[in-house]
Each structure stands twice: as C-alpha cells, then as structure tokens.
C-alpha cells in the first residue's frame, strides 16, 4: 500500500521547535521531489517546503526562511520538517507530499509534488 504517515506534531509555546517526520511506505522516496504544506482553519493550503528530485534543492515562501528546513534520509524512508521559531500563525494541519518533480514553476520551484499527500498532523503553538 502506497502511503505517507506524518508525526512529531502536538503543542509547542512561542518560540519553540518541533521537527516533523513523514514515512514512506509501498514506494522509495529517493527519486521523488519532496513537499510540505499546511493549512490552518479557514485558510487555504499553504506550500512551506519543497525539495527538488533534480538537485536536492530546497525552496521556502520568504516569510519561512531561516526557521523551517526540509530534509531527506533515503536510507529510512522518511522526510523531515525542522521547525523552530514558532509562532502561533504557524498553527495549522502540516501534511507531507511526493511528487515526479517534472515541470518545475507549475506546482512549485521543486514542479509536480502533490501526487501522493499523507494525512497530516496537528501543529498548535500557544501560551
């Protein structure tokens, strides 16, 4: 069974990290471009880290630079989301995603990334 499971969510005050995990099962992440997105209440989704299956680069809207990075461990199967620096508009459902990487600027910087989504894990950054 091809499928992405998410963990490492929960609740975190200001200013606080939590690193993300995302297992791949029924396929081999190594020649899959890499995503994660999120969505708050309300909101609609919001890409905050791709990599790229064509150079291992990595790409985040400019008001996440510096506080959130994407990673790959090929030999677990698993991608990450290290994010530090919380802030309370940082709460939403953080869900991963794999795609073929084709056709980059379509779908991302890092092309098609949303042909296989996990179903997400509750981030909530409060007092």
């Known amino acids: 069974q091809v499928q992405l499971v998410e963990s490492g969510g929960g609740s975190v005050q200001p200013g606080g990290s939590l690193r993300l995990s995302c297992v791949a099962s029924?396929?081999?992440?190594?020649?899959?471009?890499l995503g994660w997105f999120r969505q708050a209440p309300g909101k609609e989704d919001e890409r905050v880290a791709c990599?790229?299956?064509?150079?291992?680069?990595?790409y985040y809207p400019d008001s996440l630079q510096g506080r959130f990075a994407i990673s790959r461990d090929n030999a677990r199967n698993t991608m990450y989301l290290q994010m530090n620096s919380l802030k309370p508009d940082d709460t939403a459902v953080y869900y991963c995603t794999v795609g073929d990487g084709t056709d980059p600027g379509h779908q991302s910087p890092c092309g098609r990334i949303r042909e296989i989504r996990g179903q997400g894990t509750q981030v909530t950054v409060s007092t």
């Open positions: 029924g396929f081999t992440l190594d020649y899959f471009a």
């Open positions: 990599m790229s299956n064509r150079d291992g680069s990595s």
